[in-house]
């Protein structure tokens, strides 16, 4: 069954609009842009819920909602807003569909504010269940087997990103990474459980093999300790808020 929100289609996997949601602020002055916007399931639970202030862009006008703040936008162009303009950018789901993610990352900073949130969620291919699945197709959780090369779509997941990678996108330009989350973990994840310590052990090991420079063996440390997280290593959907650096 197709999940929607009153009605309005939502197009990710189940409690990821209601996760990302107790990560937002709770300033309902603040103001808020949701990208990708779809039918704007999650602008309406911003609306709902109090937020005054929330822009929805997307690169077609797909809303079923009623809403005045939409702006026609590509994720891969400058956002037309101007510098330290939101409190909070909203990507759910929407990073994965683009080949210029680093540019992307570099133009929401542009239009935050200083000390203002960037969250994001995508299919999580750190994940045990993701990684197995790879291993044996080639293939990650979510984009399961080869897309249409014949047919080119803003909906193919073009750019699969993993946590380590993620986090490098965002700590490169100016963001500090300060809470992790999922929306579910399903049942089967839990039979790699007894995977973890040899895969914590192996990756400390090679961690400290390839790393020379002092400090970025402190960083290493701190990002085995993410990765071996219950969300990163269980959970369907990786979600991530992190803030920009004042």
């Not at 006008?61 to 409190?87: R, S, V």
């Not at 087997?145 to 993993?162: F, G, K, T, V, Y």
């Not at 973990?185 to 459980?193: D, T």
Request: net charge positive; glycine share 4%.
């Amino acid at each position: 069954m197709r999940r929607s929100y009153k009605g309005i289609p939502i197009n990710t996997s189940k409690n990821t609009h209601e996760e990302v949601f107790t990560l937002i602020p709770g300033n309902k002055d603040a103001t808020i842009l949701d990208i990708p916007s779809g039918a704007g399931a999650f602008t309406q639970r911003l609306k709902d819920n109090g937020y005054k202030n929330v822009v929805s862009v997307d690169v077609v006008n797909n809303l079923q909602i009623e809403h005045k703040q939409f702006i026609q936008g590509d994720m891969t162009a400058p956002l037309p807003f101007e510098d330290n303009f939101f409190d909070v950018v909203v990507c759910i789901d929407g990073i994965e569909h683009i080949s210029k993610q680093f540019d992307f990352a570099k133009e929401v900073n542009r239009v935050l504010k200083p000390g203002g949130y960037f969250i994001v969620s995508t299919p999580n291919i750190s994940s045990f269940h993701s990684r197995f699945r790879w291993l044996l197709t080639g293939h990650h959780n979510k984009c399961k087997s080869p897309l249409d090369e014949q047919r080119p779509n803003p909906s193919h997941h073009i750019a699969m990103i993993s946590y380590p990678e993620l986090r490098y996108l965002l700590h490169s330009n100016n963001y500090r990474i300060d809470n992790i989350a999922t929306n579910q973990v399903k049942p089967v994840s839990w039979l790699y459980l007894p995977l973890v310590p040899l895969s914590y052990l192996t990756t400390k090991l090679v961690y400290n093999k390839e790393e020379k420079n002092s400090g970025q063996l402190v960083r290493n440390k701190e990002i085995a300790s993410q990765m071996h997280s219950k969300e990163i290593l269980f959970g369907e959907t990786m979600i991530v808020r992190a803030q920009k650096v004042a």
